[in-house]
């Protein structure tokens, strides 16, 4: 089981049997998956239309209707699910015949809890596996599809100003709140500079340690400390030739911070536990929505390494500032998540383009391409309603409705009014972290997926 609230997958149940349904609801819940259950063909395909799952236990006799007739629509509507199809030991040819209908294994009943677990990590880890590769093949594919083109003239003057700066190697500083396109501006700048041929590596730096950090960056040598089993390159070496970017700069381990000025600099690092001096060529971006000047004010950021990283620094508008670019982004979304899933919207009725344009957007794109997303998976029309979008105006300053345990909306919904409130009322996102009774980087994690 993982240790916040994440399912570590998410798995639909179809069969006939009231109390097969219970007994594997009630094994794979216990192991941490999130689990919806269907007693015949038409709510099996009702709920496969209305949420994404990881995997699917699908039994071969389903009363009047066969599971074989099933399993090529459940194929049709959610072709990135894994179907695992369940079978009396009297029927393995018929599930041979499943397998090669598309089903991806076969589990025999009456089986051990053990055996439905592992059958369902199977099935999840494949599929997570499958969907880290696509995000890499996105990656690396190309660094950058597509222009950032907006309607604004604050954001366009960004992207004139990250055009001209792309091919020095000067270090460039992006600010802004959280989802406002940072990190899409940073892997830009790369592709239009002369290192696109270069590697682009990213380093997230709240998710790690200061000593985790180091080795991270720079690499180690093999045994340089308790468990470091194999030698490491670091990411500075994988960017060498490229570009390296740096995301929350504003986290990075005040006690490193030296070293990276000294790489920043002259170019010249050291891996953990080994003294030979290296040089790698490689252009910085860093980000943060943090205040810097603040925060080398309060010496919890080195003065030295914050006039280092500001030689260009750009501001990107958040999105609330610029509603004129939201029926672009919208319509782009729309478009990219109604291929992904296969669902039939193609556009938005005026009532929910105007909501998304007034409503203010505390998490930015990140924020809209959620909405959109759900939006997508949800409306089975052509067109997305106000309904479909799920807007709960989340109140901070801005006068909205803020809601409470018991409301109509969906946990996400609750959880994500929960964090926001809090992080703005506490001193501390290590306070915040605390009082959630989650460690930081779930906190961090919550607040990405939130576009907190
Ligand atoms: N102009 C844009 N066009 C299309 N997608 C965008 C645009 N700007 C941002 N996005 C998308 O919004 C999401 C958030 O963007 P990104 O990660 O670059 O934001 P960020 O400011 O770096 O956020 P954080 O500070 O939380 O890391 C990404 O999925 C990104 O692809």
New binding site residues.
Partial sequence: MTNDTTPRGRILLVDDDKSILRTFRYCLEDAGYAVTTAQNSEQARAQTYAAVFDACFLDLNLGEESGLDLLPQLREIAPWMRVVMATAQSDISTAVKAIHAGATDYLVKPCSPEQLRLCADKQVQTRHLEMRVQQLEADAGSTYKGE?ISANPAMSAVVQMAKQVADTDASILLL?E???????LARAIHHWSHRAKGGFVTINCPSLSSELMESEMFGHQKGAFTGASERTSGRVSQADGGTLFL??IGDFPLPLQPKLLRFIQDKEYERVGDPVTRVADVRIIA?T?RNLEEMVKEKTFREDLFYRLNVITMV?PPLRERSEDVPA?AE?ALARYVKAYRRPARGFSADAMQQLKKYPWPGN??EL?NVIERAAIICTDAEVQTAHLGIVEVARDRGGIRPRAGDAISIADLERAHITALVTSVESLDDAAKLLGIDSSTLYRKR?QYGI
Wanted: net charge positive; hydrophobic share 35%.
């Fill in positions: 950032m802004g959280s989802g406002t396109g940072k990190g899409m995301d929350e980000a929505n990107i982004l782009a794109v990140r391409q990405k």
